[in-house]
């Protein structure tokens, strides 16, 4: 999983999103984003979804600073939920 993005409109490094490439089922799969105040801020249930750095209904800009992401998945294997959380850096 990315640790920081850089969503400022150049080409380069605009979403972030964790990089699964294989046995986990898509169909089982939870990100949530908040903020340094535990507001959910994005949350997705598609694996190839990428947040852009934006928040609300009209899509604000989210302040630089540090986000705590939150990702639930099922591996094809097992019925196990696997839970993992960790930070990234937004950086405009």
Partial sequence: ????????????????????????????FELYIFNRWGELIWES????ARWDGT???????????????RIIFKPKETDERIQLNGHLTLLR
Avoid at 10 to 27: A, I, K, L, R, S
Avoid at 45 to 48: L, P, R, S, V, Y
Avoid at 60 to 68: K, L, N, R
């Fill in 1 to 28: 999983v990315p640790n920081t993005f850089t969503p400022d409109q150049d080409e380069f490094n605009q979403t972030w999103g964790p990089v699964f490439t294989q046995g986990f089922d898509p169909y089982n």
């Fill in 45 to 48: 249930h598609d694996a190839a």
């Fill in 55 to 69: 928040y609300g209904e009209n899509n604000s800009h989210c302040q630089d600073g540090t986000y705590t992401w």
